[in-house]
């Protein structure tokens, strides 16, 4: 219990540090909401079910991808802006990123669920159908953003970060899938040993 009270208390610090003198609040709050959903489904879950602690961490490291996104708006992190003048990239690619671990994170908790609530059975079928719900939760999220894009206007461009890529859209649906993908192919055997250590 103790060790989860310490990824709390960083996530805490990570938020705290992300609110102070953000881009803008509303591109902020936008950003970092699905981090503090996040936070009270699995306060509300842990008694019933607690994931393996290998999990929770790559949770608050979304967490924090989220909380930096939030804090200067995905088109203005300062370290990918120099990776964008070094290597004369045509925008700024922190995006990516953060869909890479749109599809990475939610891999490693859907195919938890997967396997110790028992349902997917035939473990033949385990990483299709992870990669699948992860490709919806991509998608999802892209229709939410066009919503937010259509109800506030211009007030949600930060929160786009298009960055003037026509394909953005579908890159950021391509960089989830190939986060659950990754996740999937390389760190299956070792979540396979955190589950087992669990039980």
């Not at 881009?23 to 959903?37: K, N, Q, S």
């Not at 700024?92 to 997917?120: S, T, W």
């Not at 659950?180 to 979540?191: E, Y």
Request: net charge neutral; proline share 3%; glycine share 6%.
């Amino acid at each position: 219990m103790k060790k989860h009270l310490i990824l709390i208390l960083f996530f805490i610090i990570g938020f705290i540090l992300s609110a102070i003198h953000p881009h803008d609040y509303f591109t902020w709050f936008l950003e970092i909401f699905p981090a503090v959903i996040g936070l009270m489904i699995l306060g509300l879950t842990f008694k019933t079910f607690q994931f393996t602690y290998f999990t929770y961490c790559f949770i608050l490291v979304h967490c924090y991808i989220l909380f930096i996104g939030g804090h200067y708006t995905y088109a203005e992190v300062p370290l990918f802006e120099w990776i964008k003048e070094t290597f004369q990239q045509s925008r700024n690619n922190y995006d990516k990123v953060g869909h890479f671990a749109q599809g990475f994170i939610p891999a490693m908790i859907v195919r938890e669920l997967f396997i110790r609530k028992y349902i997917v059975k035939q473990s033949a079928w385990l990483p299709f159908l992870t990669i699948c719900v992860c490709v919806f939760i991509s998608v999802f999220y892209e229709f939410l953003e066009w919503l937010v894009a259509v109800a506030s206007g211009q007030s949600a461009d930060a929160f786009l970060g298009t960055q003037g890529y026509v394909w953005d859209t579908q890159s950021d649906m391509l960089y989830a899938t190939i986060g659950a993908t990754c996740m999937v192919v390389l760190f299956a055997k070792l979540q396979d040993k955190q589950i087992k250590a669990l039980k």
